[in-house]
């Protein structure tokens, strides 16, 4: 248990359906990330959040939105997504983003759209 | 290009040592992490390395050299529960984690 929570774990999902993926952390971190993980590729940094505000987008498609509403929580918006978006999407919480701030992810959500 | 490069899968036997190599290449360099990742699980936080040599922490241990831009996690006396991915990962000059793809290893009896 790492402090990082997800839900839900799994999810099926067309690719004409809305759905969101939510976190939380109980660890106090004002930084939050999203990243996807493909199978045997390096973790993507997707979205980042630094005291509520988006710092980083990294050129990810509007087809996936996030939303921060405080420090504690994260979500990831998803419509009208793509086979390829199949993967499992984890979130992550740091103390801050600079210094030794080591990141502490949640179980992720795997997702399969078909 | 900023690109990490580890082996894809090892294996070793139980009770046995095994040393997992990472190498790097990155727009500046601010710390260098290792983490445990068992299937279907959140990746765990086992080690960070900023300055050069080894930080030993029981079983497993991380050596740095930043002149070669190289790392390797070394895992003593393997147990059968030490089976999952490691991926390294370097924070560059913008304080963003560059990953590796994680090297998988199979710890057989």
């Known amino acids: 248990e790492t402090g990082v929570t997800q839900t839900p774990r799994h999810l099926v999902m067309g690719m004409t359906n809305k759905k969101s993926l939510k976190c939380e952390q109980h660890l106090g971190h004002n930084a939050m990330y999203w990243y996807k993980q493909s199978a045997k590729k390096p973790l993507e940094l997707m979205f980042v959040?630094?005291?509520?505000?988006?710092?980083e987008n990294n050129s990810v498609p509007s087809r996936f939105s996030p939303e921060c509403p405080n420090s504690s929580h994260l979500f990831l918006h998803l419509h009208t997504l793509q086979p390829e978006d199949s993967a499992l999407y984890l979130c992550?919480?740091?103390?801050?983003?600079?210094?030794?701030?080591?990141?502490?992810f949640g179980p992720g959500t795997r997702l399969l759209v078909l | 290009g900023q690109n990490i490069d580890q082996p894809t899968e090892m294996t070793a036997t139980e009770g046995a040592i095994v040393q997992i190599n990472c190498t790097y290449q990155?727009?500046?360099?601010?710390?260098l992490f290792w983490y445990q990742q068992h299937a279907g699980e959140a990746p765990t936080f086992l080690s960070y390395?900023?300055l050069d040599g080894l930080e030993e922490k029981g079983r497993f241990s991380s050596f740095l050299s930043r002149s070669k831009g190289y790392s390797y996690l070394l895992l003593k006396e393997l147990q059968m529960k030490d089976s999952a991915s490691y991926l390294c990962a370097v924070r560059d000059s913008n304080y963003q984690l560059i990953w590796g793809a994680g090297t998988k290893l199979i710890i057989k009896p």
């Open positions: 992550a919480s740091s103390q801050d983003r600079a210094g030794e701030e080591t990141q502490y």
């Open positions: 959040y630094n005291f509520k505000e988006q710092t």
């Open positions: 990155t727009s500046g360099f601010n710390g």
């Open positions: 390395n900023v």
